[in-house]
């Protein structure tokens, strides 16, 4: 049973970072993709990032491209979100998802986390 869990969200000011961890258990990295999701109250799910977990490509939402990095460590079975220079409209529940079985990051995720919550204040 694949079961991913998220931590390390919180409440920064503006201009302050926070790093995501999403520890994944039963679950198969190679040739697969991992992806941060966010939502926030009132707005649709947004792809924050992802990663092929089988070469490492990673993918990038234009809002957060310079300031967030995603990337796995195999051994602990571990992701990770490394989120720098937050503002305001980063703030949401952040969640962490898992394909099964495609490497294709714009299918399916067949596994998601239960979201940490990030809050950025002005």
């Known amino acids: 049973q694949v079961q991913l869990v998220e931590s390390g969200g919180g409440s920064v000011q503006a201009g302050g970072s926070l790093r995501l961890s999403c520890a994944a258990s039963?679950?198969?990295?190679?040739?697969?993709?991992m992806a941060w999701f966010r939502q926030s109250p009132g707005k649709g799910r947004e792809g924050v990032a992802a990663i092929l977990t089988g070469g490492g490509t990673t993918y990038y939402a234009d809002s957060v491209k310079g300031r967030f990095t995603i990337s796995q460590d195999n051994a602990k079975n571990t992701l990770y979100l490394q989120m720098n220079s937050l503002k305001p409209e980063d703030t949401a529940m952040y969640y962490c998802?898992?394909?099964?079985?495609?490497?294709?990051?714009?299918?399916?995720?067949?596994?998601w986390g239960q979201g940490t919550q990030v809050t950025v204040s002005s």
């Open positions: 039963g679950y198969t990295y190679s040739n697969n993709c």
């Open positions: 998802a898992a394909t099964e079985g495609s490497s294709d990051c714009e299918a399916d995720f067949a596994y």
